[in-house]
């Protein structure tokens, strides 16, 4: 057996929901006892053992004597040329039970083994139905068995084992899987047992108790499917599999996306006239985003501290406020808290680069040497900037991130120059000593041609959605 596909089937077994768990341990008693009761040919012909449905016995003066085969059994014994035909329909089910029992438990390995949702949940029809095929085969196999066994003179004499007890206990357990299959949600991948669902905060917007309880719920975005949404996030963190990506279908999250992506395009600065949006995938990625919840509460903390928001950007640029906040519609605007100045902003790159930056978010080390204002992230407001980054030589399949990034303190920059992070606000430097000075969360670069948003650490951006596009 393959070493790797053990473990990780069983890595997933452990991942998996407590009903799924229970159900392959389940499936895979009930096989075995279904194998005992039926008894295997060795069984028969060894003649010492008990085991088995198919086993004859038949009591001598001092003993039970276990024949060879059911059909020496009946033969030499009764005289009888051939099995009843009622034992051969009863052999027949329960041989039939015994093969829909083994397909079962590999459906059940299957289903363990499938993370993606949508399969999971065409998987799991043929786990319905043969725990469904076992019970009926099984419950006819007995039935029968049960019902004309004692209609049999020779059977008198004859002892049978317990086995069609067995094989009857079997089929129980395998209504017992199907009943757990049936209970089992599968609303997300990782349905978690434990916990309560957090439907958001209950305090008035902007009040410092409002504030309170999001810092008091460090959890999953509501609109998640993957990792269900409103759940703690450190309860996803020890999961195998953290990222996994959702096409989006609700066509208010989607129309949402476009519009901005084509409200933000300015076609003065590119050759061709526009670009159409064909396909958007949300970015389920757990640990990116507790990473960006802290960040997210530091900044929280920082302004009930300062007991006043974050200063914005229209007060410091003259292009006013940050672009894609003018094209935003729900449900885009209910997911952001704009007095952080938390804004999704483009980030552009080439469509290779694209499954990196799932799995491992922005990163200002990966960033080119040379750029204007040093190492760091840098997003865009409008898709124009960004779909320079994309590849020239394509015209379609082309890929820009929309990012989720924390402002915070907005240092506007009129000028390139070298940051390692955001200046002080009393030195305008980053080589700042003064340990009381405080620093700047992020820098927006007011150059001439477009404005940069800039931070200088990976946590402070989410790459939350991956828009497939097309120029036209
Ligand atoms: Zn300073």
Known sequence: MNVNAALYFIEQFFDVQKSYRA????????????????????????????????????????DFKCCQTLTNFLGKQHKIPRMPTWLSAALVFEILGLVSSMIFVVSCIVLICISDPRLRKKAKVFNYIFSLATVIFVTIGVLVYWREYSSETWSSEARLSSSYGISATSGIIHLICFLLLFVSSDNSVHSLDEGRRWNGPVSAPGTK????????????????????????VKKY???RDQCQTVEVTDQKELS?????????????????GNIKVTGVERIENVDLWNNYI??????????????????KLENHSNRGSVFTARYMDTP???????????????????????????????????????????RANYCAESSTKSDQYADYKQNSGLKMILVRMLLGWIFVAKDAQQFRMPPC????????????????????ADLPD???????????????????????
């Not at 802290?294 to 006043?308: C, D, P, Q, T, V």
């Not at 704009?338 to 499954?355: I, Q, R």
């Open 23 to 62: 159900c392959f341990l389940f499936a895979v008693l009930a096989w075995f006892l279904q194998v005992m009761a039926l008894g295997t040919y060795d069984w028969m012909r060894a003649g010492s053992s008990s085991m088995g449905l198919w086993t004859y016995c038949n009591y001598t003066a001092t």
């Open 209 to 232: 108790e409002f504030w309170e309880e999001i810092l008091e719920h460090p959890t999953t975005p509501m609109h998640w499917t993957q990792f269900e949404g409103g759940y703690n």
């Open 237 to 239: 963190l020890t999961l």
């Open 256 to 272: 949402a996306i476009q519009k901005l992506v084509n409200g933000t395009w300015e076609s003065r600065f590119v050759g061709h």
């Open 294 to 311: 802290h960040e997210r509460a530091k900044l929280i903390r920082s302004f009930l501290n300062n007991g006043r928001p974050y200063e």
């Open 332 to 374: 885009l605007t209910g997911a952001l808290y704009p007095e952080l100045n938390e804004v999704y902003l483009f980030h552009g790159t080439k469509a290779v680069f694209v499954d990196n930056i799932m799995k491992k978010g922005l990163d200002p080390r990966r960033s080119a040497d040379g750029t204007k204002m040093g």
């Open 425 to 444: 606000s009393t030195c305008i430097t980053d080589s700042c000593k003064n340990r009381n000075h405080k620093h700047y969360d992020s820098i927006v």
């Open 450 to 472: 477009f404005r940069e948003f800039i931070v200088y650490d990976a946590d402070k951006c989410y790459p939350e959605y991956i828009i497939t596009y097309k120029r036209c």
